[in-house]
């Protein structure tokens, strides 16, 4: 008989799932959104982010509806490896993983460098530090308390936007300081300026995905899961709307495409004293949120794979009093401080979203695989996704072009990614698989459901 | 010593706080395991 499993606790709801799916994300409304507006003018921007709005509300969606069956740790892992194999699922666990932790890395830096800006005497290095280890102290205490944290900073980050708009006062149309007509710039580039900006477009919603790596310590996967992903899709939907709207009406789209920090850079153009101060704690707060959320997610990742015996089970440990993955959780932390001490920013970050993508095409060819194994009526699902196959299809359109875009700046990038990869493969497939315990890997959802369509 | 220097020393202070409270609690953790292991 096989040797029960280690689970970590059941205590999440929806508001957590909001939190860490949210607060992963929220970052990049305020910071890194902006070059879609190099790449592709004022109008490609919003072009760029309401399409790749579709691409992620096809995702959440496709994602939710099979996370929904799924109540294990680790997300699109688990799901890949009921689907496709061992080898797509240590892939797609590794991709979690370096997609998580070098965002995490790269957001320690900027809360570093922010608070660099406040004097020449104040260092960057012990608030890196302190960021990245204060958060992995908290994330090995408990999910609970975490995930808790993760709402009340996101949400605080999240209501500075709104302040900014309406300090602007955009319903007064003689008194408003945004100035659209003046600072716009259309579409400079043409089409071909949209498809480059996707990549850039993705930052509005980049990790949103990460709800489903929590579904084993939600209290019913089935209601917190679908509940906390939609409602945060249509939380960054409109925050990102109301984000391009209020940059590009207060910096001119010459410095906006430039910008470091867009939204602060917009606060400073109000004037208003305390609205810089609003945004200046925004910015911090939303770069601590997405790394405290990465550091949950990566360590899930990591644990459902060395639960499923795919890396060593050493990392499989819950903690005996807080139930989190504490090994896991310890073990990331000094590859985050690794990364972060490269000073690579612009590198931690693409690969981390070429990480991203691939995962996109992934769950895209999950999707297929699992309404085609079970369909509908045949299990219970706490989520259907509507229009598919046409939403699937989106995902896998959508991720390619954004690729296709990325490869046109980031050619060589990529194909490192690609390599590393390929390498990671050859590796499992020829070191790591004959210690893999092919009854343990799928035995729970085996329990669980009735034999698939054609096995 | 100004008002910058001391913050930079707290947050070097507060790392190593959390991170010596973590690998006390990681050690007493590994040591329980061990020994119901060993029993």
């Not at chain 1, 990331?332 to 000073?343: C, D, E, H, V």
């Amino acid at each position: 008989m096989a040797e029960e499993k280690p689970h970590l606790s059941k205590v999440l709801g929806p508001v957590h799932i909001w939190a860490l799916g949210v607060g992963i994300v929220l970052v990049g409304e305020f910071m890194g959104w902006n070059f879609t507006v190099a790449k592709g003018g004022t109008l490609g921007a919003i072009i760029a982010c309401w399409v790749m709005g579709l691409l992620y509300t096809s995702l959440v969606m496709v994602n939710t509806e099979m996370g929904s069956v799924i109540p294990e740790a680790g997300g699109q892992y688990a799901m890949a490896k009921y689907f496709m194999g061992p080898l797509a699922a240590f892939n797609v666990g590794l991709m979690l993983v370096f997609e998580y932790v070098m965002l995490e890395a790269a957001d320690a830096l900027v809360v570093g460098e922010i608070l660099k800006t406040l004097s020449p005497h104040l260092d960057s290095l012990p608030f890196i530090i302190l960021t990245l280890v204060g958060l992995t102290w908290l994330n090995y205490r408990g999910v609970y308390a975490t995930l808790t944290f993760n709402f009340v900073i996101t949400a605080i980050a999240y209501m500075t936007i709104f302040v900014l708009l309406f300090s602007t006062k955009f319903f007064i149309p003689g008194s408003s300081l945004l100035k659209l007509a003046e600072f716009t710039d259309g579409l400079p580039y043409g089409w071909i300026g949209i498809v480059g900006a996707f990549q850039f477009g993705i930052w509005f919603y980049l990790g949103i995905e990460g709800t489903a790596l929590a579904a084993e310590e939600c209290r019913s996967t089935g209601r917190s899961l679908p509940v906390g992903a939609l409602t945060g899709m249509v939380t960054l939907l409109i925050g990102a709307t109301i984000t391009w709207f209020v940059c590009s009406g207060l910096v001119h789209s010459k410095e906006l495409g430039a910008s470091v920090y867009p939204l602060f850079d917009a606060a400073l153009a109000t004037g208003m004293p305390a609205v810089i101060a609003l945004l200046f704690a925004g910015t911090i707060l939303s770069c601590m949120a997405s790394a405290n959320g990465c550091i949950t997610d990566a360590s899930r990742a990591w644990f459902a794979m060395a639960r499923d015996t795919l890396i060593p089970e050493y990392f499989a440990a819950v903690h005996p009093k807080y139930r989190t993955p504490y090994r896991a959780i310890l073990f990331q932390l000094p590859i985050a401080l690794a990364f972060g001490f490269t000073g690579l920013l612009d590198q931690v970050i693409t690969f981390s979203i070429l990480s991203a993508l691939l995962v996109y095409l992934f769950t895209a060819v999950m999707m297929f695989k699992f309404r085609r194994m079970y369909p509908l009526g045949s299990i219970e699902r706490g989520y259907l996704s509507p229009w598919h196959p046409w939403t699937t299809l989106l995902l896998l359109v959508l991720t390619l072009a954004t690729l296709l875009g990325m490869y046109f700046g980031y050619w060589l990038n990529m194909l490192a990614g690609f390599l590393f990869y390929s390498l990671a493969s050859l590796w499992f497939a020829l070191h790591r698989y004959r210690f893999v315990d092919r009854e343990k890997l799928i035995s729970e959802g085996a329990s669980r459901w009735p034999r698939p369509v054609g096995y | 010593m100004s008002l910058w220097e001391a913050l930079n020393w707290t947050a070097w202070g507060l790392s190593a706080l959390m991170l010596g409270l973590m690998a006390l609690d990681f050690v007493r953790v590994e040591r329980e395991r061990a020994s119901k292991k060993g029993e």
